[in-house]
């Protein structure tokens, strides 16, 4: 029986070999490959923060001519949106934003950030309140089978993931068409931005999509590439496969693998650098713009209690889920001290500690509806903004 068994083994493992991949773009020059050509599309703010600082300046620029003020005047009042990570839970943004619209006071964001769950959500909150029925949808509707394929046990050794996130993509897609790129493009066009992050996982860097520009563009893949970016940044490593970007490189091909922002935020607003030119106005005593932001927290901040299983697997399991739990709230805490810093009004909606019910199964659609109608319900009533994090 033992040399059957080793027989099946490696007939098991001659028969199977890891996906493939084309070459990894050389770490030197991984701020020089370009997906669609387009200058704008992405910002790397390890390297510096000196294209999006050029960027903002570019979208507040035609800011000012969309609403028709001479050079020099201030603008209005700036509104900041982003929106957390936090898988299922992603299902609370969801409905603090509908819940919002219906109370009335919902602005339009000049800026809206993304990072996995919270990057399917960031297209239709920077759209505004007339994409709210496909954002409730997106979450009171969705099912397992709209979100992955589960795999063979044996995934974990001769593939890339142990799911499929094509069902995910086809959900994606479906909502994501011709007349939201439009749509992308035209917000864009006003001067107001939507940013989308991910995680290169050869060069260990946050990147950062410019998904207004890749809209704007013009270019025959910026829909389908769009659709990549939110499904990379979504794909949670290990459990979904990475989203490989065709990149060009002088002229030659090399792809890039990148996977869920989340491996280095989970949530921002903006690098801390690029408020240089404020924070000089504000120390001099010159005006600056009045701005608000507001973070939506895809999840809790408080702890979560588990009894952990004495195994090398419960306790692993714990620890990651601990690590995760501390990375979200140094996130909060993050933009709290920058925002503070910048002068820009601070606003926090997290999943309180009286929401109790517990996610029974991945992406379960009970948990998800009862999550988006806590959400709501908060917001219509007029949502409780925290004024700082409650640590």
């Known amino acids: 029986m033992g040399l059957a068994a080793g027989g099946g083994v490696a007939a098991l493992l001659t028969g199977c070999s890891l996906p493939m991949r084309g070459p990894a773009v050389p770490l030197a020059r991984t701020r020089q490959a370009s997906v669609l050509g387009v200058p704008n599309e992405r910002f790397f703010p390890f390297y510096g923060t000196e294209p999006m600082e050029a960027e903002v300046l570019a ?17 209005p009042a700036l509104q900041l949106l982003a929106v957390s990570g936090g898988g299922e839970n992603g299902a609370f943004g969801a409905g603090v934003l509908c819940g919002w619209s219906d109370q009335g006071t919902r602005p339009v964001f000049q800026l809206v950030t993304g990072v996995s769950t919270g990057a399917l959500t960031a297209p239709f909150a920077y759209l505004g309140s007339g994409y709210d029925p496909q954002l409730r949808a997106v979450y009171t509707e969705l099912t397992p089978s709209h979100v992955l394929l589960r795999r063979f046990f044996t995934a974990a050794l001769f593939n890339d993931a142990m799911s499929d996130n094509a069902p995910l993509f086809r959900t994606i897609s479906r909502y994501l068409n011709a007349d939201m790129l439009a749509a992308l493009a035209r917000g864009y066009a006003d001067g107001r931005l939507l ?64 996977v869920d922002g989340g491996a280095f935020a ?33 999840g809790r901040l408080d702890p979560e209690w588990a009894a952990t299983e004495r195994s090398t697997l419960g306790i692993a399991g714990r620890a990651i889920s601990t690590m995760i739990t501390a990375s979200g709230i140094n996130d909060v805490m993050r933009l709290y001290n920058t925002t503070r810093r910048d002068n820009i009004d601070f606003n926090l909606a997290y999943i309180g500690p009286d929401f109790d019910m517990k996610l029974p199964r991945p992406f379960d659609q009970g948990y998800m509806r009862a999550l988006f109608s806590y959400g709501y319900r908060r917001a219509r009533a007029g949502y409780p903004w925290a004024k700082a994090p409650p640590i």
């Open 59 to 75: 979208a507040l620029e035609r800011m000012r001519r969309t609403g028709g003020l001479v050079p020099g005047t201030l603008l």
């Open 195 to 258: 940013f989308v992050g991910t995680t290169d996982l050869d060069a260990q860097q946050p990147v950062i999509w410019n998904i207004g520009a890749i809209a704007a563009s013009g270019h025959p893949r910026a829909l389908n590439t769009i659709r990549r970016i939110l499904l990379a940044s979504a794909a949670v490593p290990g459990a979904f496969p990475p989203t490989m970007f065709d990149v060009v490189l002088d002229g030659r091909p090399y792809q890039e693998m990148h």
């Open 266 to 298: 989970q949530a921002f607003l903006y690098p801390a650098a690029l408020t240089r030119l404020r924070r000089q106005r504000m120390a001099a005593g010159q005006p600056v713009v009045a701005a608000t932001a507001y973070v939506i927290r895809n």
